[in-house]
């Protein structure tokens, strides 16, 4: 069985940094990725897809990326489910992040796009160009 993401797309907020009570650094952030294809409108249509990042990606995730920077994430589906405070079971989906790359300049304007990663285990297999097409 197969379960693998690789988005890339821009936050839409900054990242939320909290720690579980075991101390587990955690944060959640959300990427706005455009589809290709517009819709009957003639529209481009963006989905938003929650993130989230553990212990020492967690923490290099909320220092350095904010609202409106590129990353590239690469990790696996989560579905899961909680009841909320009155009660009723709420599901969530959301991406665990396994490997978190930063695309956005250092400096937040113009020049050559930074590619740096943040996991142990890199599945893109190169360095991520934004000018050339992604192969699927």
Same mark, same amino acid.
């Given at each position: 069985?197969?379960?693998r993401v690789? %988005? *890339?797309?821009?936050l839409t !907020?900054?990242?939320? %940094?909290?720690?579980?009570?075991?101390g587990? +650094?955690?944060t959640?952030?959300?990427?706005a *990725?455009?589809?290709?294809f517009?819709?009957?409108?003639g529209e481009?249509?963006t989905?938003f897809?929650?993130?989230? +990042?553990f !212990?020492?990606? &967690?923490?290099?995730? +909320?220092?350095?990326? &904010?609202?409106?920077? %590129?990353?590239?994430?690469?990790?696996r *589906?989560?579905?899961? #489910?909680y009841?909320d405070?009155?009660?009723?079971?709420?599901?969530?989906?959301? *991406?665990?992040?396994?490997?978190?790359?930063?695309?956005s300049?250092?400096?937040?304007?113009?020049? #050559?796009?930074?590619?740096? #990663? %943040?996991g142990?285990? #890199?599945?893109f297999?190169?360095?991520?160009?934004?000018?050339?097409?992604i192969p699927?």
């Open positions: 069985m197969l379960n690789v %988005l *890339i797309g821009r !907020r900054d990242p939320e %940094l909290r720690y579980s009570p075991s587990v +650094a955690v959640n952030f959300t990427l *990725i455009d589809r290709k517009k819709n009957a409108q481009k249509e989905d897809v929650p993130c989230v +990042a !212990r020492q990606s &967690a923490e290099l995730c +909320a220092n350095y990326l &904010a609202k409106g920077k %590129l990353a590239a994430v690469d990790g *589906i989560q579905v899961r #489910s009841n405070k009155d009660g009723q079971k709420r599901w969530v989906t959301e *991406i665990v992040a396994d490997d978190v790359r930063f695309l300049p250092k400096d937040g304007g113009g020049g #050559s796009t930074e590619s740096r #990663s %943040l142990g285990n #890199s599945s297999g190169h360095e991520v160009n934004l000018d050339d097409d699927f």
